[in-house]
């Protein structure tokens, strides 16, 4: 097995000059709700039923997906089948073991739940995400996340911590451990479910755009990126990483063109 360090992976040449983007499209009726995401490396779509009290049927569709057991994910999101209505996205995230599921198919399943959630509550059909994370300079960046066309949150990161946020409520916090998690269960005062949802998005995003220093078109198996991700989900927990292919030619750039990530054509 392959386990040569994250240093040592091939990068590619053009990194520092372009941007990571991700789009997220939500919408929900009396009776289902649909989610599709994207962005330089993945496009998945969801569909849920639900009777107006809990989801009772969960559907993916795998557009572009980077490893060969990718599509295999699409069976743990029926965790999700039973899940009520009105919960949180905490709550809900935290029915099933991550190591499980497909971390992004599983992400949008949530985020479809929640717009259910929202239709049956106040009637609000639709929900658009859109988030940019700028390459690396000195390993500092500028992530934004844009909610139904309006910025909601803006950060000045150094690696893994926030040294500035608008909103201020995430200034001074690492991405990861504990501070995150009390922060998000409300240690610097209570925090509604949109930000929170918002945070989550953003975070997420931040963390898979650091992918984009990497030249994917130079790994062939999981097990040399396995050091990057851990046993973090679905693909990465299987036994025998060497078996695992990266499919060829699944890499996109949206720098210059984030209008086009929900294009079925660009996938």
């Keep these: 097995m392959s386990n040569r360090p994250p240093s040592s992976l091939p990068r590619r040449a053009d990194y520092g000059s372009g941007a990571y983007w991700r789009s997220i499209r ?32 969960v559907e993916g569709d795998g557009i572009r997906v980077p490893w060969t057991t990718c599509p295999s994910a699409k069976a743990p999101l029926d965790d999700l089948v039973g899940t009520p ?14 190591r499980r ?40 960046s500028r992530p934004t996340l844009w909610r139904d066309g309006e910025r909601v949150i803006e950060w000045s990161i150094v690696g893994m911590k926030i040294l500035h946020s608008s909103p201020d409520r995430f200034s001074e916090l690492s ?30 995003g931040v963390f898979i755009g650091m992918g984009r220093q990497y ?3 130079q790994i062939q198996v999981a097990s040399e990126f396995a050091p990057v991700v851990g046993g973090a989900c ?10 695992i292919q990266k499919l060829p030619k699944t890499v996109r750039d949206f720098t210059d063109r984030p209008d086009q990530l929900l294009n079925r054509g660009s996938a």
């Design 101 to 140: 599921q497909c971390t992004h198919w599983f992400d949008l399943a949530c985020l479809a739940w929640m717009q259910a959630t929202r239709f049956c509550a106040a009637g609000h059909e639709q929900r658009t995400y859109r988030m940019q994370l700028p390459d690396l300079q000195e390993r500092s």
């Design 85 to 98: 209505l009105g919960a949180s996205l905490r709550e809900t995230w935290g029915r099933s073991d991550p």
């Design 175 to 204: 991405l990861r451990g504990p501070a995150w998690t009390s922060v998000m269960q409300g240690s610097r005062g209570p925090i509604d479910e949109d930000l929170a949802e918002a945070a989550w998005v953003l975070r997420r």
């Design 26 to 57: 939500l919408f929900a009726d009396r009776a289902e709700a649909w989610g599709e995401l994207a962005d330089d490396f993945h496009h998945f779509s969801v569909r849920l039923r639900h009777d107006g009290r809990q989801i009772l049927s």
């Design 234 to 243: 679905h693909t990465f927990n299987q036994p025998n990483l060497d078996s």
């Design 215 to 217: 030249d994917f078109d």
